[in-house]
T-cell receptor
């Protein structure tokens, strides 16, 4: 069964450094999402992406975050200058259609900011 | 702003019991409601998706219901097994694919 994959599984970085988290969506999926889950807290929506544009973003998704689909397969989340509070699990999800469809989640990237 | 609440926060049951997990949401203008399973340190696995026009969905031993007017959904697990032990999350989807999650119910099924 096709799966969403994410790399790396664990990223450790120093505060202020840039990180790029990568996701490979299921091949026929058109909608892409990033979520984060701080340890012990709820899964939080960050951003949705369709047709090479951001569809929706939450208040968490500020100017230090950006998303892109650089090569037609990968979907990336960039955090420009990491803060301690960015430490979390970051999940990519994809779906065929948008509002009406099941989202399939990747296994996540654990980001640790020191 | 949508708020999703799940009760109970944790549940421990003996193997074989039927159980119900509850989810409530404050804004009934949803497109769908989805139930997920999360194993420790892992991603989320979609269990059931109920469209806003539907009342329930079934998959194997799982049955999810949706009552939009009262802002409630339930996940019924029949004949629970130790392999069902996990955290169960519900998530309400609104416009432009924005999804709001509950904190989850941590289920332990004791052999």
């Amino acid at each position: 069964e096709p799966e969403v994959t994410q790399t790396p599984s664990h990223q450790v970085t120093q505060m202020g450094q840039e990180v790029i988290l990568r996701c490979v969506p299921i091949s026929n999926h058109l909608y892409f999402y990033w979520y984060r889950q701080i340890l012990g807290q709820k899964v939080e929506f960050l951003v949705s992406f369709y047709n090479n544009e951001i569809s929706e973003k939450s208040e968490i998704f500020d100017d230090q975050f950006s998303v892109e689909r650089p090569d037609g397969s990968n979907f990336t989340l960039k955090i420009r200058s990491t803060k301690l509070e960015d430490s979390a699990m970051y999940f990519c999800a994809t779906s065929v259609a948008g509002n009406w469809d099941t989202q399939y989640f990747g296994p996540g990237t654990r980001l640790t900011v020191l | 702003k949508q708020e999703v609440t799940q009760i109970p926060a944790a549940l421990s049951v003996p193997e074989g019991e039927n159980l119900v997990l509850n989810c409530s949401f404050t804004d009934s203008a949803i497109y769908n409601l989805q139930w997920f399973r999360q194993d420790p340190g892992k991603g989320l696995t979609s269990l059931l998706l109920i469209q806003s026009s539907q009342r329930e969905q079934t998959s194997g031993r799982l049955n999810a219901s949706l009552d939009k007017s009262s802002g409630r959904s339930t996940l019924y697990i029949a004949a629970s097994q130790p392999g069902d032990s996990a955290t169960y999350l519900c998530a309400a989807s609104q416009g432009y694919q924005k999804v709001t999650f509950g904190i989850g119910t941590k289920l332990q099924v004791i052999p």
